[in-house]
């Protein structure tokens, strides 16, 4: 199992090479140009000293090497100083400083030249850190909420086969299934927040948490979005556990663990759920990037200015670093999911064996 | 599983050697396939309703002649009919049935325009997605030289982020596009070809391992020894095999191509601005949703009862071609 994990490992190396290639090579052809925004009264020799200056110049390989080794190398020193820095679980380490040069005509320690964003000039990574705790929390708990909800209505439905319960169920998941989050969310607002008025319709994510009421308008801001996302998981997930426990279900071990006596609930609950979590568990790992994506919609709806959004505004103010950027984060964590789906099934399933 | 055998009691001993006429003409498969999807019926209203708004789309413009595009400003912000009922004061108009818009063009007819648009993307998208995914896999799984090769490829474009890169490569390409076929032509071809480029990935799996098992039967065999071509024996023999999953794959596909071209429209970078997708005329609606509601309902719930059409269809298909489960 290891070396399957080492060698699944390596092979993600290439995937993720082809991918930042291709969307490198897409993006150079983008036609946008980072000085639109300098006033016209700066002569052309100058912006073409600062198309210089931010890398333009030179080939598309060096290009593409350059952000590898940002990406990469430079970012990672500078995530470990935050660490060590300023982070509450690292921050009695003694500060690394690990993306510090020394400038010999300064004579002191400065910062290392990072990738930055066209639009803002601030380092990329900065913003995307500053962005990732709101699509953490949206999403994350979203994932959550779905998975709590999906397993049980899963679970009842195939034990209750074509039952009542089972025929809605069922019917509920397709509908779930079939309408895209960008109609269940102003759905969603135009019954609760404009026809009752019980919810926020905009996520502010400039509100504090500090008291009890404060507490209380987050959860409200919160229950909406998380709705909408909550909706897609559980509509997925329920869909594959219901199957699963079908296929389980009909399989000779139930049948002995009725006969020597066990009691119903332990069987159900036991025996089976614990053999139909395996190939649960793989689509729910498997599912983590996806919703990530089906988020760039979610947070547009309600404003929440997580990394979707951010990649949105990106694209539309043609600000390439920081589109090339988030998109590989992206491909990162499909990726990592995929990883992690493959070792986990190999883990939970004896009968899985790789190599 | 269901026992064949059937004990009939008492036999006649000469009963096996008389030559029985069948009791039946022997049905047509695809007379069986029929009955099975008839019993689900989900699916058959799916399907009904698929066809209804595929004609509607098509038919439409001929019934309801009005010109989608005709402003007519006096006329605007007109509540459907049915508003009437609850609110008498409302303003309403009967030759404007589901009422019109900010600039008074009529919603009837752009809806059925935006449809035209969303079921044209979706069915060639699902289209082209379904050739490149059925070629890929039938060469992966024929061929043992291109197997490895193409099934990496596959597995690299399952990694891409497909939602982030189509909008990469929409604000990318519109511009060059757009110059070379118009607004509208240039925009239909890069969403199709996007959306059909990156979703083709599960058929040619499913087709791959569909031929992969395929391949090892005896009447491939028998048909490579009388000399068949790998070509004949693809299309004569191995195509009209595979073409259940492909069937069910393709009515997944059509559900995907309409909500990403929608989920595109819906997020600005779709189609231009006067031409109306059921995607767009929902992204339009929202700032105003308040006061309209039915601006947003009307298009999410065509967008909504669509897919979820094509998805019941796709359900009742997977069992009716399926000979495991037809016939119980």
Same mark, same amino acid.
Not at chain 2, 306 to 317: H, I, Q
């Given at each position: 199992?290891?070396?399957?994990?080492?060698?699944?490992?390596?092979?993600?190396?290439?995937?993720?090479?082809?991918?930042?290639?291709?969307?490198?090579?897409?993006?150079?052809?983008?036609?946008?140009?980072?000085?639109?925004?300098?006033?016209?009264?700066?002569?052309?020799?100058?912006?073409?000293?600062?198309?210089?200056?931010?890398?333009?110049?030179?080939?598309?390989?060096?290009?593409?090497?350059?952000?590898?080794?940002?990406?990469?190398?430079?970012?990672?020193?500078?995530?470990?100083?935050?660490?060590?820095?300023?982070?509450?679980?690292?921050?009695?380490?003694?500060?690394?400083?690990?993306?510090? &040069?020394?400038?010999?005509?300064?004579?002191?320690?400065?910062?290392?030249?990072?990738?930055?964003?066209?639009?803002?000039?601030?380092?990329?990574?900065?913003?995307?850190?500053?962005? %990732?705790?709101?699509?953490?929390?949206?999403?994350?708990?979203?994932?959550?909420?779905?998975?709590?909800?999906?397993?049980?209505?899963?679970?009842?439905?195939?034990?209750?086969?074509?039952?009542?319960?089972?025929?809605?169920?069922?019917?509920?998941?397709?509908?779930?299934?079939?309408?895209?989050?960008?109609?269940?969310?102003?759905?969603?607002?135009?019954?609760?927040?404009?026809?009752?008025?019980?919810?926020?319709?905009?996520?502010?994510?400039?509100?504090?948490?500090?008291?009890?009421?404060?507490?209380?308008?987050?959860?409200?801001?919160? %229950?909406?979005?998380?709705?909408?996302?909550?909706?897609?998981?559980?509509?997925?997930?329920?869909?594959?556990?219901?199957?699963?426990?079908?296929?389980?279900?009909?399989?000779?071990?139930?049948?002995?663990?009725?006969?020597?006596?066990?009691?119903?609930?332990?069987?159900?609950? &036991?025996?089976?759920?614990?053999?139909?979590?395996?190939?649960?568990?793989?689509?729910?790992?498997?599912?983590?990037?996806?919703?990530?994506?089906?988020?760039?919609?979610?947070?547009?709806?309600?404003?929440?200015?997580?990394?979707?959004?951010?990649?949105?505004?990106?694209?539309?103010?043609?600000?390439?670093?920081?589109?090339?950027? %988030?998109?590989?984060?992206?491909?990162?964590?499909?990726?990592?999911?995929?990883?992690?789906?493959?070792?986990?099934?190999?883990?939970?399933?004896?009968? %899985?064996?790789?190599? | 599983?269901?026992?064949?055998?059937?004990?009939?009691?008492?036999?006649?001993?000469?009963?096996?050697?008389?030559?029985?006429?069948?009791?039946?003409?022997?049905?047509?498969?695809?007379?069986?396939?029929?009955?099975?999807?008839?019993?689900?019926?989900?699916?058959?209203?799916?399907?009904?309703?698929?066809?209804?708004?595929?004609?509607?789309?098509?038919?439409?413009?001929?019934?309801?002649?009005?010109?989608?595009?005709?402003?007519?400003?006096?006329?605007?912000?007109?509540?459907?009919?049915?508003?009437?009922?609850?609110?008498?004061?409302?303003?309403?108009?009967?030759?404007?049935?589901?009422?019109?818009?900010?600039?008074?063009?009529?919603?009837?007819?752009?809806?059925?325009?935006?449809?035209?648009?969303?079921?044209?993307?979706?069915?060639?998208?699902?289209?082209?997605?379904?050739?490149?995914?059925?070629?890929?896999?039938?060469?992966?799984?024929?061929?043992?030289?291109?197997?490895?090769?193409?099934?990496?490829?596959?597995?690299?474009?399952?990694?891409?982020?497909?939602?982030?890169?189509?909008?990469?490569?929409?604000?990318?390409?519109?511009?060059?596009?757009?110059?070379?076929?118009?607004?509208?032509?240039?925009?239909?071809?890069?969403?199709?070809?996007?959306?059909?480029?990156?979703?083709?990935?599960?058929?040619?799996?499913?087709?791959?391992?569909?031929?992969?098992?395929?391949?090892?039967?005896?009447?491939?065999?028998?048909?490579?020894?009388?000399?068949?071509?790998?070509?004949?024996?693809?299309?004569?023999?191995?195509?009209?095999?595979?073409?259940?999953?492909?069937?069910?794959?393709?009515?997944?596909?059509?559900?995907?191509?309409?909500?990403?071209?929608?989920?595109?429209?819906?997020?600005?970078?779709?189609?231009?601005?006067?031409?109306?997708?059921?995607?767009?005329?929902?992204?339009?609606?929202?700032?105003?949703?308040?006061?309209?509601?039915?601006?947003?309902?009307?298009?999410?719930?065509?967008?909504?009862?669509?897919?979820?059409?094509?998805?019941?269809?796709?359900?009742?298909?997977?069992?009716?071609?399926?000979?495991?489960?037809?016939?119980?």
């Amino acid at each position: 199992m290891l070396t399957f994990t080492i060698r699944r490992l390596f092979f993600s190396i290439p995937t993720l090479l082809f991918i930042s290639i291709v969307i490198f090579g897409l993006l150079q052809m983008a036609p946008g140009d980072p000085m639109a925004q300098v006033p016209l009264t700066v002569p052309p020799e100058v912006k073409q000293k600062m198309r210089e200056a931010l890398g333009l110049g030179a080939p598309v390989h060096i290009q593409y090497l350059k952000w590898l080794n940002q990406f990469f190398i430079v970012e990672p020193q500078f995530l470990i100083d935050w660490m060590t820095r300023s982070s509450f679980l690292f921050g009695w380490l003694p500060d690394t400083q690990l993306g510090m &040069v020394y400038d010999v005509e300064l004579e002191k320690l400065v910062p290392q030249q990072r990738n930055i964003s066209w639009q803002t000039r601030s380092p990329i990574m900065d913003i995307v850190i500053q962005r %990732i705790p709101q699509t953490l929390w949206v999403v994350g708990l979203a994932y959550l909420v779905g998975i709590l909800i999906s397993l049980p209505i899963g679970v009842y439905s195939a034990y209750r086969h074509y039952s009542i319960f089972d025929q809605t169920g069922t019917f509920i998941t397709m509908v779930g299934f079939s309408i895209p989050p960008f109609f269940t969310g102003p759905l969603l607002i135009v019954i609760f927040s404009v026809t009752l008025g019980w919810l926020p319709s905009i996520y502010d994510t400039t509100h504090v948490v500090k008291d009890w009421a404060s507490f209380k308008y987050q959860l409200s801001q919160m %229950i909406l979005p998380v709705m909408v996302l909550a909706l897609q998981t559980t509509a997925q997930i329920s869909r594959y556990m219901r199957a699963s426990m079908l296929d389980n279900l009909n399989q000779d071990y139930v049948r002995t663990a009725r006969a020597k006596g066990l009691k119903e609930g332990v069987v159900v609950m &036991v025996h089976v759920l614990r053999n139909s979590m395996i190939p649960v568990i793989t689509v729910i790992a498997l599912g983590v990037p996806s919703i990530f994506g089906g988020a760039i919609i979610t947070e547009n709806v309600f404003g929440v200015n997580g990394i979707g959004q951010l990649l949105i505004t990106a694209l539309f103010a043609n600000d390439i670093p920081m589109v090339m950027t %988030i998109t590989f984060i992206f491909a990162i964590m499909i990726v990592a999911f995929n990883l992690v789906a493959d070792v986990l099934y190999g883990v939970l399933d004896p009968r %899985i064996r790789y190599d | 599983m269901t026992d064949t055998s059937t004990n009939t009691g008492e036999m006649d001993p000469y009963a096996a050697l008389q030559d029985k006429e069948p009791p039946k003409a022997p049905r047509n498969q695809w007379l069986d396939v029929w009955d099975q999807f008839k019993k689900h019926k989900g699916a058959v209203l799916g399907g009904g309703f698929l066809m209804f708004i595929t004609l509607a789309v098509l038919l439409g413009p001929y019934i309801w002649n009005v010109d989608p595009q005709k402003l007519d400003i006096r006329n605007k912000d007109v509540r459907p009919i049915w508003t009437a009922i609850w609110d008498s004061s409302a303003k309403t108009l009967w030759h404007r049935p589901f009422g019109t818009d900010n600039l008074g063009r009529d919603i009837l007819a752009n809806m059925i325009a935006g449809g035209r648009a969303s079921m044209a993307v979706g069915w060639t998208a699902m289209l082209l997605s379904l050739s490149i995914g059925t070629a890929i896999g039938v060469a992966a799984g024929y061929f043992k030289r291109l197997d490895g090769l193409l099934m990496r490829m596959t597995d690299l474009f399952l990694c891409l982020p497909i939602l982030p890169l189509l909008l990469v490569a929409v604000t990318l390409f519109r511009q060059p596009l757009r110059a070379n076929f118009g607004p509208e032509g240039g925009m239909f071809i890069l969403i199709v070809v996007i959306v059909g480029l990156t979703s083709w990935m599960q058929t040619a799996r499913i087709v791959r391992g569909e031929i992969l098992a395929l391949k090892e039967r005896e009447f491939i065999l028998a048909a490579r020894s009388i000399g068949t071509s790998s070509g004949a024996i693809i299309r004569r023999h191995l195509l009209p095999n595979v073409v259940s999953p492909i069937m069910v794959s393709a009515t997944l596909g059509l559900a995907v191509a309409i909500i990403t071209e929608s989920a595109l429209s819906f997020l600005g970078v779709g189609f231009p601005s006067d031409f109306p997708t059921w995607g767009k005329m929902l992204a339009d609606a929202v700032p105003r949703m308040e006061q309209y509601p039915e601006r947003v309902l009307l298009p999410g719930i065509a967008i909504s009862l669509t897919v979820l059409g094509v998805n019941y269809l796709g359900d009742g298909l997977r069992d009716a071609l399926d000979p495991r489960i037809r016939g119980r």
